[in-house]
């Protein structure tokens, strides 16, 4: 028999990637995912700029490289920190990791013994708790509304907790949510924090991809104690497949990232790394996120039309400003994990919210994602769900 360690007990998959795994087929109407629309992957552009690196550096491209990352990509990544999150910083406080996923591991491995407080947002995103789950702390969720993370709970849960090492937030069209944080909540949250001197993961995937209104400044630009640890990725502005992601800190807590990345794989692929700033250099990015708001927009647009037409009163759901999703709330006695099972029966899919609370129960939620089908689609899927809820309704 082999013996495994004790902290094994705490990992299982994720629930969401078994349910993923049944609704890849074809005629399943899926808003279970979270997957960027494939359709919009610049595949001709990435083969042109693949081509050139190989050609123009190919020896290069193919050997191993620095830890820290690709310097010309670094620099790319920081002038667009600072053009889309306002924050001020150069490439020696930037390390590429393999997906914002990568950061969030190590974030948990830099700073979380076993048994320290973790505090996250009440919802959050489930792969972060996965991802911390491996260093065994304890899971303290903070409530949230529809401005964020409510900072009166917060002041209440630290002034009574001991040993909160880290804060994990996503302030920016959160996942599962797609809510996101008013500058007066980012303020406030910043004053807390300060005055407790908490690290914070503030995880940014979803920022760029907003629909409508004014991008909000990160909490990385308003920290004035080198606090804030800030998570950036490629995946959802240009493709997830390279698998590339950045974290941004302070030089004593990078460094601390930087001997993680060393001891976990050494580097972010060296070809990943030159392609994707060979493409930068040849095409606009900006270019292409707005090509893709404006196709998530309308699918976000149509999802919440046929929501209004064809869910029950009975229900509320977040109207987001961008990013990927929207979270519905069922009436309590409505269970949306034996419900999904009824809308399987009618080929329609979405995540039942419970396992995004650490600390369980909320089972009367879900998550639907948007970005990922076409308008026809979601209408017919929406009405399918509705027809399902409204036969639940007591
Ligand atoms: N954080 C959040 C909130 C996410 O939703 C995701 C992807 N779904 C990630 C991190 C990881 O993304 P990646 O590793 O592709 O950068």
Not at 233 to 258: D, H
Not at 343 to 363: D, I, R, T
Not at 377 to 383: F, M, N, T, V
Request: charged share 25%; hydrophobic share 40%; with cysteine.
């Amino acid at each position: 028999m082999v013996r495994f360690a004790d902290r094994m007990n705490l990992l299982t998959g994720s629930e969401i990637r078994e349910l993923l795994k049944l609704t890849a087929q074809p005629d399943i109407i899926s808003f279970a995912g979270g997957l960027p629309a494939p359709e919009l992957f610049p595949v001709e552009g990435m083969k042109e700029a693949s081509m050139k690196t190989l050609d123009e550096m190919g020896r290069a491209a193919l050997q191993y490289s620095t830890t820290e990352g690709f310097v010309p990509l670094r620099e790319k990544i920081v002038a667009r920190m600072k053009a889309k999150n306002n924050i001020d910083t150069d490439v020696d406080h930037v390390l590429v990791t393999s997906g914002s996923q990568q950061g969030l591991d190590f974030s948990a491995r830099v700073f979380l013994n076993k048994d320290d407080v973790v505090l996250l947002e009440s919802p959050s995103y489930l792969g972060a708790v996965n991802a911390f789950k491996a260093c065994e702390p304890k899971f303290i969720e903070v409530p949230t509304d529809n401005n964020g993370m409510i900072m009166e709970e917060l002041e209440k849960i630290l002034a009574k907790t001991e040993n909160v090492k880290m804060i994990y937030v996503i302030p920016d069209f959160q996942n599962p949510s797609g809510r996101t944080w008013t500058l007066e909540r980012r303020h406030k949250f910043m004053e807390i924090i300060t005055k407790y001197e908490i690290p914070v993961i503030e995880d940014n995937p979803y920022g760029e991809l907003r629909f409508e209104n004014e991008n909000m400044p990160s909490l990385k630009s308003l920290d004035t104690k080198g606090l804030v640890i800030f998570l950036g990725t490629f995946s959802k502005i240009l493709a997830p497949g390279y698998r590339l992601g950045w974290v941004c800190a302070e030089a004593e807590i990078l460094a601390k990232y930087n001997f993680m990345k060393q001891a976990a794989d050494l580097q972010a692929s060296t070809v990943a790394q030159m392609e994707t700033n060979t493409f930068l250099d040849m095409y606009d990015l900006d270019e292409h996120v707005n090509k893709i708001k404006e196709v998530y927009g309308k699918r976000r647009d149509c999802m919440l039309k046929a929501m209004d037409a064809h869910f029950p009163k009975e229900c509320t759901w977040t109207h987001p400003d961008g990013g990927l999703f929207t979270w519905v709330v069922l009436p309590e006695y409505i269970n949306a994990k034996e419900m999904a099972t009824q809308c399987l029966e009618k080929k329609v899919a979405y995540v039942p919210g419970g396992s995004f609370f650490p600390n369980g129960g909320h089972e009367n939620t879900f998550r639907m994602n948007y970005s990922c089908m076409p308008e026809e689609k979601i209408e017919e899927g929406i009405k399918r769900i509705g027809e399902v809820i409204k036969a639940n309704l007591r």
